[in-house]
């Protein structure tokens, strides 16, 4: 098994930045494929952006590429999403999840098996 929890959301106004935290714990972080994914009210989850468990190759939603970034800290068990330039459309809970020996190509819902019980941000105008 395998727990994460997110930190790091809340309000913004347009433009701005936020830095989403997510500390896994219960298996060799090392081992982890993590990703980013989002769902705005109404509407499906979908796929953000993810890093190799081994590699640190990354992929993004193409509306994410060029505002955010995902990393990852091995020693501290830890995956990033720095959002920014943040949009109103921007605005959902944010979910981490993670994959055992997952690969930049995992990019859909479906792939992952554990998740966090994410993190809301919102975007005011």
């Known amino acids: 098994q395998v727990q994460l929890v997110e930190s790091g959301g809340g309000s913004v106004q347009t433009g701005g930045s936020l830095r989403l935290s997510c500390v896994a714990s219960?298996?060799?972080?090392?081992?982890?494929?993590m990703a980013w994914l989002r769902q705005a009210p109404g509407k499906e989850r979908e796929f953000m952006a993810v890093?190799?468990?081994?590699?640190?190759?990354?992929v993004y939603a193409d509306s994410a590429n060029g505002r955010f970034t995902i990393s990852r800290d091995n020693a501290q068990s830890t995956v990033y999403l720095q959002m920014n330039s943040l949009k109103p459309e921007d605005a959902a809970v944010y979910y981490c999840?993670?994959?055992?020996?997952?690969?930049?190509?995992?990019?859909?819902?479906?792939?992952?098996?554990?998740w966090g019980l994410g993190t809301q941000v919102t975007i005011s105008s």
């Open positions: 999840a993670a994959k055992p020996y997952g690969a930049a190509y995992h990019t859909a819902v479906d792939h992952y098996t554990f």
């Open positions: 219960g298996r060799a972080f090392s081992n982890l494929g």
């Open positions: 890093i190799a468990w081994n590699s640190g190759s990354t």
